[in-house]
């Protein structure tokens, strides 16, 4: 702005230098200058050292030059600069070739002796102030948010960040990155961080240690970054989250926010800005586990489907349909439960300490004292109850709550809830019907959100179609694909993408089983199942093969990776196509089409 | 009083006076130009380039380029003699001394603008 020139074509031609392209407007929250502030005083720091060295060098060859010395043959010398210096440095560093160029005289000898010295205190005050910079932590912090600064500015392809990296984000690292979905993850812990340098993705995914909640960090991250496509706020602090995700609708109300928190309060806050999606694990296992008692299909296929690439399929529970239920912990995870379990139609009696309930809440369905105490479980009646929650915010207490159940009353469905991943193998080990993990939950939730937007739709549908549908639908996949996840995509029926297909979806009797066979060997159908097909607003889930295409439709499909080649290749190239539509053998070049007279059957 | 300004603004003025100093005098005439002279004004001129560093204003940056610049020319200027005393045959010709005598009267030139910054800075200067 200061270029004078600049100013004058401003002045003269300002009304119209508004350009025609349209450029994302995105706030600037960061400058360059707050990132080099420790460099700057890091070299104010090294002002003090390098004048020292710089004096003490002056005077030592100021003092060889002044002293007189002699030659050879014994006629007076005196050490010009360059040899003064010359001998100096190589002095100073330790390195000593000798009194050069001719032998000193005792005077000099005297002066040479007192340099030695002095400048060796020069050199280790210089080099140990150097030295003590480059291991301060300041710098060091500096240069690591320098290098993600870059990094972040570099990224020139859609990415989202992710405020937060705990056991959430540790089990959405890999799914996306499998997908080649970039990351960029802001954590305050150091730890955290290096765990992320450690997990060894396909992408570099640049870490931050910060607080999530200052924008400042976020700005860092990228969040005025043009190519940030949503903000996931998963940190366990729900003020942090709410701050995350003010700070996105404020500054950035075109990303996708996904913001996760336990508290209703928290999440109607949220709400309050823009439009996130707020994910409450409390609320969704509850949701879940409501649709895992009406239709265990559905469940198993929603959880199974959330699970991203390569999980095994889930067994499907058999949860009691009626009958009562006891739930420990009375936290805002097991009020959560206890009125969801109501909303079906269920009882429930509820086991909680004295000091926890107080004395307002005490309730005909309520059992007040601590559950693991065998007189307080006798009240609660297990033995007469067909369902069992150990829902407290203590894994040791679950776990023993758990065998206590069990071992009055095996035939109970148990529901679980898991607090640290390190108790994982425990709660393996007691084969427990239900598990509940916080952070699975939510995981899952982001993945099926964020992945593919189809795929959310799916699951928005599904449970509509009921159980019977779902339980097809699960033994669909497992026999096309096997009892791991397969890769889950979307194609689009354009001519962009599949211009081999264009004269046939035009024709109008685009039959979807016709196109599901192998380019190879036409009478193999491709081993794929479409979940989904779209149509401007309408949906058909799971379309079966005499499904009508039309141009424009996008499809969700779920495959191997090999079979959706395949597929790719018939839609795109014309002769595939000919062959695996109409079993007609077209050569691939135009220039052999027309020598062998053979266009394509239903040429365009 | 601010003592790091007064030491800031003593070695500015100190490698300028310096630097005039040895920069006075008939350009070819090597009598009339001390190598010790030259030697102090590289010196400081070092040692104002220091004090130089780490300051973010706009005015510490065109501060620090006049410095480097001045460094440039006289770290020149004492190659050149070096050159000419010790290395070439003649020794040190009026020619020689010409180029040492021009090189800091380049190194003169930066050291002055700096000198104007200074004095624009402490006129520009308000309190409260």
Not at chain 1, 241 to 253: E, G
Not at chain 1, 374 to 398: C, E, H, I, K, Y
Not at chain 1, 485 to 492: E, S
Not at chain 1, 590 to 597: F, K, P, Q, T, V
């Amino acid at each position: 702005m200061s270029n004078p020139l600049l100013i004058f074509w401003r002045q003269l031609f300002g009304r119209d230098d508004q350009t025609p392209l349209d450029i994302k407007r995105v706030p600037r929250i960061t400058s360059g200058a707050q990132a080099s502030a420790t460099i700057f005083l890091i070299m104010r720091r090294m002002r003090a050292p390098l004048i020292t060295l710089i004096v003490i060098f002056a005077l030592s060859v100021l003092g060889l030059t002044l002293i007189p010395g002699q030659d050879a043959a014994g006629q007076p010398y005196r050490m010009g600069f360059f040899d003064a210096f010359y001998f100096m440095s190589f002095t100073a560093t330790t390195i000593g070739f000798g009194e050069l160029p001719f032998a000193f005289t005792t005077a000099q000898r005297l002066w040479v002796t007192f340099t030695i010295y002095l400048t060796v205190i020069g050199w280790a005050y210089a080099i140990g102030s150097l030295l003590t910079l480059l291991q301060d932590r300041a710098f060091r912090e500096a240069l690591a948010l320098q290098r993600f600064t870059r990094k972040v500015a570099r990224l020139r392809e859609p990415f989202l960040l992710m405020a937060g990296f705990g056991r959430t984000g540790e089990l959405l690292g890999r799914p996306f990155d499998e997908l080649g979905q970039q990351l960029v993850v802001i954590d305050e812990s150091a730890e955290r961080i290096d765990a992320l340098d450690l997990a060894s993705y396909h992408a570099d995914v640049p870490g931050l240690v910060g607080d999530a909640g200052n924008p400042y960090h976020l700005g860092v991250a990228g969040l005025d970054h043009p190519d940030c496509a949503g903000v996931l706020a998963l940190t366990d602090d729900d003020e942090a989250n709410l701050s995350v995700t003010m700070a996105a609708a404020l500054l950035r109300p075109d990303v996708q926010v996904i913001a996760r928190t336990v508290s209703p309060a928290i999440a109607d806050r949220m709400h309050a800005f823009g439009t996130p999606t707020v994910i409450n694990p409390f609320d969704r296992f509850g949701d879940l586990l409501r649709l895992g008692l009406r239709a265990p299909a559905s469940f198993q296929l929603m959880t199974w489907l959330e699970s991203g690439l390569g999980a095994a399929l889930p067994s499907r529970g058999r949860p009691p349909r009626d009958g009562r239920w006891v739930l420990c912990g009375y936290g805002r995870f097991g009020q959560h439960l206890a009125a969801d379990l109501r909303t079906e139609g269920l009882e429930v009696t509820v086991v909680e300490p004295e000091d926890a309930v107080g004395a307002a809440g005490k309730e005909p369905w309520m059992v007040v004292g601590d559950a693991s105490e065998p007189g307080v479980m006798a009240r609660a009646d297990l033995p007469s109850a067909v369902g069992f929650v150990a829902g407290t915010s203590n894994d040791t207490t679950n776990l023993s709550l758990v065998a206590a159940a069990r071992r009055t009353n095996p035939e109970l469905f148990v529901v679980a809830r898991q607090n640290r991943q390190a108790n994982a193998p425990l709660f393996g080990a007691m084969h427990i019907d239900a598990m509940f993990v916080p952070a699975e939950v939510v995981a899952h939730e982001v993945y099926a959100q964020v992945s593919t937007p189809m795929l959310w739709r799916f699951l928005q549908e599904m449970p509509a179609k009921g159980d019977e549908w779902a339980a097809q639908l699960v033994d669909r996949l497992t026999g096309r694909c096997g009892r791991h996840l397969q890769a889950m995509w979307k194609v689009r029926f354009i001519r962009s993408d599949a211009p081999a297909l264009m004269a046939w979806l035009a024709a109008g009797d685009a039959r979807l089983g016709d196109v599901m066979r192998s380019p190879e060997d036409r009478d193999r159908y491709l081993r794929v199942v479409p979940l989904l097909v779209r149509r401007g607003e309408d949906y058909v889930l799971t379309p079966d093969d005499d499904f009508i295409l039309a141009e424009g439709d996008e499809m969700l499909l779920a495959g191997r990776p090999a079979d959706r080649r395949a597929l790719d290749t018939t839609m795109i190239v014309d002769s595939a196509s000919e062959y695996v539509l109409f079993d007609r053998n077209v050569p691939s070049s135009w220039i052999w089409r027309r020598l062998a007279r053979k266009p394509l059957t239903l040429s365009r | 009083m601010n003592l790091e300004k007064v030491v800031f603004g003593f070695f500015v003025l100190l490698a300028a006076a310096l630097n005039f100093g040895f920069f006075i005098g008939d350009i070819s005439d090597p009598a009339l130009h001390n190598v010790y002279e030259l030697f102090a004004a590289l010196v400081v001129s070092l040692i104002a380039t220091v004090l130089k560093f780490g300051d973010r204003t706009q005015l510490g940056a065109v501060h620090l380029a006049t410095s480097l610049v001045a460094d440039l020319q006289l770290l020149s200027a004492g190659f050149v003699w070096v050159y000419a005393s010790q290395v070439a045959e003649t020794g040190l010709t009026a020619q020689s001394t010409a180029t040492i005598v021009s090189l800091s009267g380049g190194a003169l030139l930066a050291n002055l603008v700096s000198v104007v910054l200074l004095v624009t800075e402490t006129v520009s200067f308000h309190r409260g």
